[in-house]
């Protein structure tokens, strides 16, 4: 049994961020309940002592907030102006970054000893691209690399930038690594045991496999489409995953409303296998079980979640339900039951 939680927009009827219980037995979500109230928590992340931390907002105000365990409030941290999109985070060196897409910036916090939240640098983007979407920069994603620099993609700028860190939470520029015009990364996640990247770009579909050299120093190597070849309608890819032995990457589609899944192969390249149906409108969030035998796909329109029954060894999806409502879910965090 493990615990699975929601992080929502708050437009309709959503209160804030809720969790379940998922029973990898059975593959069944049961006992829906809210945990915080908060007003559009749409992304979270819990640090290794249980802490729990979710984009906030409050009116015209947004920012990120700190929960107890027990989902106390700590603190939160607001500006004017909207709220980001994305939580990372360094336990190593208590470090939380967030990426805000509206305004082109990734702010750094350090936790403090009691869980709450100190605001200690911003990155400034500055740029655009030819997309409509791309008016200027839209910072996506902020997080850690393995070697523990700092990634962040821009989905304005078609840029994925690397920071040399420290605990104080300074950062120093290293690199730049430049998509093809028009692309748009939005996330990243790395391979677990060889020296790639997969980063999936929402505004033409595709996934870039990269080199990741270290230090900060990505090169390319693979671009894979996420759609079948005779589709021509809208879409936009979110989320991205990767299994804990590596072999398996899942993506999902906004628009064409399906999961695309790939095997990664010995010679480094990836090969799409499925494209699923999702059995939802708008699937934004996908999360593997703490098992990985399980696969869940949040739906941000029509409030429900999916669970697939994964096969180990082909990756290939089974649906097993759609019909567990949670409104406006569009992140998903395991947590195992201790």
């Known amino acids: 049994m493990e615990e699975i939680y929601f992080g929502t927009y708050t437009k309709r009827q959503s209160q804030g961020i809720y969790k379940a219980d998922f029973d990898n037995e059975t593959g069944q979500l049961s006992n829906l309940q809210l945990v915080v109230s908060q007003q ?10 249980d802490c729990l931390y979710s984009i906030a907002s409050d009116k015209n105000q947004g920012g990120a907030a700190s929960y107890t365990p027990d989902f106390q409030p700590l603190n939160q941290i607001l500006e004017e102006g909207p709220a980001p999109c994305y939580l990372g985070s360094d336990d190593k060196r208590g470090l939380l970054f967030s990426a805000n897409y509206h305004t082109g910036q990734a702010l750094i916090y350090k936790r403090q000893a009691d869980g709450q939240l100190e605001l200690v640098n911003r990155i400034v983007h500055q740029g655009s691209g030819p997309h409509a979407n791309q008016s200027h920069a839209r910072i996506h994603f902020s997080d850690i690399s393995p070697d523990r620099y700092l990634i962040t993609c821009d989905l304005g700028t078609d840029e994925l930038t690397s920071y040399a860190i420290n605990e104080t ?13 028009g692309s748009g990364p939005r996330h990243l996640t790395f391979h677990p045991i060889f020296k790639h990247a997969f980063v999936v770009c929402e505004l033409d579909s595709t996934v870039h496999n990269l080199i990741y050299q270290g230090c900060g120093n990505f090169e390319a190597y693979q671009t894979i489409t996420t759609l079948p070849d005779d589709y021509s309608g809208f879409n936009a890819p979110a989320a991205i995953e990767v299994t804990s032995d590596g072999w398996f990457i899942y993506v999902s589609n906004r628009g064409h409303n399906s999961i695309a899944c790939y095997r990664f192969i010995l010679d480094g390249y990836i090969h799409l296998i499925d494209i699923v149906p999702s059995h939802g409108q708008t699937p934004r969030d996908i ?3 703490a098992d990985e035998k399980y696969l869940l796909v949040a739906h941000q329109v029509s409030d429900n979640v999916t669970v697939f029954q994964r096969h180990p060894e082909t990756g290939r999806l089974t649906e097993l339900s759609h019909d567990f409502q949670v409104s406006e879910s569009v992140c998903l965090v395991n947590r195992p039951k201790s």
């Open 287 to 289: 999360c593997l079980t």
């Open 169 to 181: 939470g300074l950062v120093q520029p290293i690199d730049n690594y430049q998509f093809p015009s």
């Open 40 to 49: 559009n928590p749409t992304y979270l992340t819990f640090s290794s002592d």
